[in-house]
């Protein structure tokens, strides 16, 4: 049987008693006012959770993809929006410079981030390279002592209160993806703005903006990997990325059967309570058994990514089958709660808003099927 260790049971009970006791109390109301909830990642980078897998030496846990991944499920149960900070921070902005960064890029930049002292995020998509990301058209060029970006990204989680910043600069945008350089920007570097900040259908506690590259000037040790290579980067840190966005999506999907179960035991009709009702049990069982089959897709890449094999079409499966589960568990959830699932009182219906960014971002649905098709049709 494919079970977790101790250490990364240990892992998520702690996880699981945090994001209950802290952060699910006030998610609903973060949501309404569209709070960003600052306190909460200084108590998670205090268990050491935005650095999860950011060896001690540089600052951080030190601990495996797999325990990352059960966390995540955890805070993303309570609130999806502190998930998706946490996830950017860990996947997005550290794992790059962990994987691809020069000792000193390490030294410099994963403590503050593993520690929560910054945060972190990932700029890759830009107005006309979304899902399309090889044609990145910010562009980068070579100056004394270092580059010279000018450009737009958007849809930036974190871009709002991000320190560091994973981004990608074009040296030759007639060769696509061949010209991409990956780069370390700090928030400080002259020529570096927030642009204009995005009002979301779901998600409303983390924040999201466009960024501006304005003659944004990046010194030479600044590049991360060489020239050249910065698609491969931005591919991989995707491969972890949609681990962790699994890992949302499952989180959402759970508490949306938790919350289904609990009210369907409760709620009456036709003389009895409505889980005693085949119509109901049937959401339920549908909604329990793709839960566990996405959740052991989502182990399973993560093991991969522990073993140091390489993981792209597993990180797709996992992706696509959690996030349609999250949207198909929400969608059953409402429909389980009737009249009141649609109403603001009820978490269902955060559920519902929040579970629709799972099959969009890191790659949406038909990219995660592009993925998989090619790696099985060659
Ligand atoms: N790891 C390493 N290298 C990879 C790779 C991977 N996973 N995937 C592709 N590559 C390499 C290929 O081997 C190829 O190398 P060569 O040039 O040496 O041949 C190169 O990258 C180009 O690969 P493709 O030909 O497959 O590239 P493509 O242009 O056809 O695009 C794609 C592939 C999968 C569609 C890609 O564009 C993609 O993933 N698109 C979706 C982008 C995405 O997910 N964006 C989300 C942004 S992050 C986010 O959402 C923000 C947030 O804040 C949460």
Redesign the pocket.
Same mark, same amino acid.
């Given at each position: 049987m494919f079970d977790l260790t101790e250490d990364q049971k240990a892992i998520r009970s702690m996880a699981r008693d945090f994001a209950r006791a802290e952060i699910l109390p006030g998610a609903m109301a973060r949501d309404r006012d569209h709070t960003w909830a600052a306190d909460l990642y200084a108590g998670l980078s205090e268990l050491g959770m935005m650095g999860m897998f950011v060896p001690e030496e540089y600052g951080g846990a030190g601990l495996d993809v797999l325990s990352y991944v059960v966390a995540l499920e955890e805070i993303c149960y309570a609130d999806a929006s502190v998930g998706?900070t946490m996830s950017?921070q860990n996947s997005?902005a550290g794992w790059p410079i962990l994987a691809f960064g020069t000792h000193e890029q390490k030294l410099k930049y994963l403590e503050p981030l593993a520690t929560g002292k910054v945060f972190g995020?990932?700029a890759?998509?830009e107005p006309m390279a979304?899902?399309?990301?090889?044609s990145q058209r910010t562009r980068a060029e070579k100056v004394d002592g270092g580059y010279r970006l000018t450009g737009n990204k958007m849809?930036?989680?974190?871009g709002p209160v991000a320190d560091i910043i994973v981004t990608y600069g074009n040296l030759d945008v007639e060769s696509?993806? !061949?010209g991409v350089c990956a780069f370390i920007v700090e928030k400080a570097f002259s020529g570096y703005a927030v642009g204009k900040v995005e009002e979301k259908m779901g998600l409303r506690s983390s924040c999201?903006s466009e960024l501006v590259y304005d003659d944004l000037r990046v010194p030479a040790e600044n590049l991360l990997h060489t020239e050249r290579e910065g698609?491969?980067v931005a591919?991989?840190t995707?491969?972890g990325?949609r681990i962790g966005i699994a890992a949302q999506a499952l989180g959402i999907a759970q508490r949306c059967l938790d919350l289904s179960v609990t009210y369907a035991n409760e709620r009456k009709t036709f003389g009895k309570p409505i889980a005693q009702h085949q119509a109901i049990q049937w959401k339920i069982a549908d909604m329990r058994s793709r839960i566990e089959a996405a959740r052991l897709l989502t182990w399973r890449a993560a093991a991969l990514k522990d073993a140091g094999e !390489?993981c792209?079409a597993e990180a797709s499966m996992a992706k696509l089958m959690a996030s349609e589960t999250a949207n198909f568990c929400a969608y059953e959830a409402v429909q389980i709660f009737g009249g009141y699932g649609y109403s603001q009182e009820y978490e269902v219906e955060r559920l519902y808003r929040d579970a629709r960014i799972t099959t969009l971002?890191?790659?949406t649905s038909e990219?995660q099927r592009?993925?998989i098709a090619?790696a099985t049709l060659g």
């Amino acid at each position: 049987m494919f079970d977790l260790t101790e250490d990364q049971k240990a892992i998520r009970s702690m996880a699981r008693d945090f994001a209950r006791a802290e952060i699910l109390p006030g998610a609903m109301a973060r949501d309404r006012d569209h709070t960003w909830a600052a306190d909460l990642y200084a108590g998670l980078s205090e268990l050491g959770m935005m650095g999860m897998f950011v060896p001690e030496e540089y600052g951080g846990a030190g601990l495996d993809v797999l325990s990352y991944v059960v966390a995540l499920e955890e805070i993303c149960y309570a609130d999806a929006s502190v998930g998706v900070t946490m996830s950017v921070q860990n996947s997005l902005a550290g794992w790059p410079i962990l994987a691809f960064g020069t000792h000193e890029q390490k030294l410099k930049y994963l403590e503050p981030l593993a520690t929560g002292k910054v945060f972190g995020c990932y700029a890759l998509t830009e107005p006309m390279a979304g899902s399309d990301a090889g044609s990145q058209r910010t562009r980068a060029e070579k100056v004394d002592g270092g580059y010279r970006l000018t450009g737009n990204k958007m849809w930036i989680t974190n871009g709002p209160v991000a320190d560091i910043i994973v981004t990608y600069g074009n040296l030759d945008v007639e060769s696509r993806h !061949r010209g991409v350089c990956a780069f370390i920007v700090e928030k400080a570097f002259s020529g570096y703005a927030v642009g204009k900040v995005e009002e979301k259908m779901g998600l409303r506690s983390s924040c999201t903006s466009e960024l501006v590259y304005d003659d944004l000037r990046v010194p030479a040790e600044n590049l991360l990997h060489t020239e050249r290579e910065g698609f491969k980067v931005a591919m991989a840190t995707l491969d972890g990325g949609r681990i962790g966005i699994a890992a949302q999506a499952l989180g959402i999907a759970q508490r949306c059967l938790d919350l289904s179960v609990t009210y369907a035991n409760e709620r009456k009709t036709f003389g009895k309570p409505i889980a005693q009702h085949q119509a109901i049990q049937w959401k339920i069982a549908d909604m329990r058994s793709r839960i566990e089959a996405a959740r052991l897709l989502t182990w399973r890449a993560a093991a991969l990514k522990d073993a140091g094999e !390489r993981c792209t079409a597993e990180a797709s499966m996992a992706k696509l089958m959690a996030s349609e589960t999250a949207n198909f568990c929400a969608y059953e959830a409402v429909q389980i709660f009737g009249g009141y699932g649609y109403s603001q009182e009820y978490e269902v219906e955060r559920l519902y808003r929040d579970a629709r960014i799972t099959t969009l971002y890191e790659g949406t649905s038909e990219i995660q099927r592009l993925v998989i098709a090619k790696a099985t049709l060659g």
